[in-house]
């Protein structure tokens, strides 16, 4: 199993001077994670969702992390694809870019955000959303490869065009799709993608996503016939040595980034105003509750809080299931940096080498 962080750029209270801070501290927590060994930090991307997402620009961000670190490889977790946020011409461009001067670490996500606040901002048609990301997802990954890239499709008329220049990674950096339905899963394995998703429900839940994308990518054949068979989870996780301190901190954030989460994506209207989210530690009996209930049997597999022995049980549930990567969500809108560095460095030193 592979670890690895998300990068959300999460504020409890947003202002200039915090959106400042919090960008520098989510480099520093990338560089310390490739100095401790993590697989990859992901970089959302996401538009006027204040509070939950400050991340609006992740090929600068990373762009930056590319250059103060030697290992660590480098997602987009996702770029949103649709034609009317980024053209799919600039999306090639920009990821070649970025995987020749990292020299060939970066992973590619692509999605289309369901969020009513972006689709209005880029003046989406709701009804053209889908039929975009799929059409650029098809044609990306050609021009990666075609010496002269030429399409004619339903939304793109693009002619003869030189798309330059080209990755380093051969025949294209991996490709993943982000998965927030049962029926995107089984599209992101049957086009041969590596799917990410957001945690939701218990094992059981965990375990049947798993099986259908297996399925579904079990016959797929992928874009240059390459076939990224591999399923990732975002749980909210805190991890420290004080088992108490690390809920305290850690289930005061995962309530946060659910509740600004499901704010913006699960409305039925456009939310323009400051979140309306708690913000406030857990009273004795919530936190009694949370703690009692983690790893219980059917509980939910949403996050990973609490010392080493109780996060090492967490981690083999989710391998069990059969997740290929943990893309953790630690930099959460109510935790503290130096809290955040610390959960970096426990989690690193003591739970990553259970699973070596």
């Known amino acids: 199993m592979k670890f690895s962080l998300l990068i959300e750029i999460q504020l409890a209270d947003p202002s200039p001077a915090a959106e400042k801070r919090a960008f520098h501290e989510a480099v520093r927590h990338a560089v310390l994670a490739d100095e401790l060994g993590y697989h990859e930090v992901w970089a959302v991307e996401h538009h006027g969702l204040s509070g939950y997402s400050h991340c609006s620009a992740p090929e600068l961000l990373l762009s930056h992390v590319a250059a103060l670190t030697k290992r660590i490889r480098l997602g ?20 070649a870019v970025l995987d020749i001067l990292s020299e060939g670490r970066v992973d590619w996500g692509s999605g289309k955000s369901s969020t009513l606040v972006e689709q209005g901002a880029f003046e989406i048609d709701r009804a053209d959303l889908d039929g975009q990301w799929r059409e650029a997802l098809a044609m990306i990954p050609r021009m990666w490869r075609d010496e002269m890239f030429e399409w004619q499709g339903t939304y793109y008329h693009v002619p003869p065009t030189a798309v330059i220049p080209k990755p380093v990674q051969q025949p294209h950096p991996p490709i993943f799709a982000a998965c927030s339905r049962p029926e995107t899963v089984e599209l992101a394995g049957a086009l041969g993608l590596g799917s990410l998703n957001f945690t939701a429900g218990n094992d ?12 579904a990518i079990a016959t797929a054949r992928g874009a240059a016939g390459v076939v990224n068979n591999r399923f990732c989870c975002t749980p909210t996780t805190l991890v420290l040595d004080d088992d108490r301190r690390a809920c305290e901190y ?24 400051p979140i309306d989210v708690s913000r406030a530690p857990l009273t004795e009996a919530q936190l009694a509750k949370a703690m009692a209930e983690r790893n219980r049997p059917g509980s939910p597999l949403t996050s990973i ?15 069990a299931a059969g997740v290929d990567e943990l893309i953790m969500v630690m930099d ?18 003591k739970v990553v080498p259970h699973f070596s």
């Open 305 to 319: 809080v609490g010392d080493p022995a109780a996060a090492i049980e967490t981690v083999s549930r989710f391998q």
């Open 250 to 273: 850690g289930f005061r954030g995962a309530r946060f980034f659910q509740e600004a989460l499901a704010t913006y994506f699960f409305s039925r209207e456009r939310v323009v105003q």
């Open 332 to 349: 959460l809108g109510t935790v503290p940096h130096e809290i955040v560095e610390q959960s970096l460095r426990t989690f690193a030193h």
């Open 204 to 215: 059981d839940h965990l375990k049947a996503k798993i099986a259908s994308y297996r399925a």
């Open 76 to 95: 987009h977790g996702v770029t949103l694809t649709p034609g009317r946020y980024n053209h799919p011409i600039r999306v090639a461009e920009r990821i």
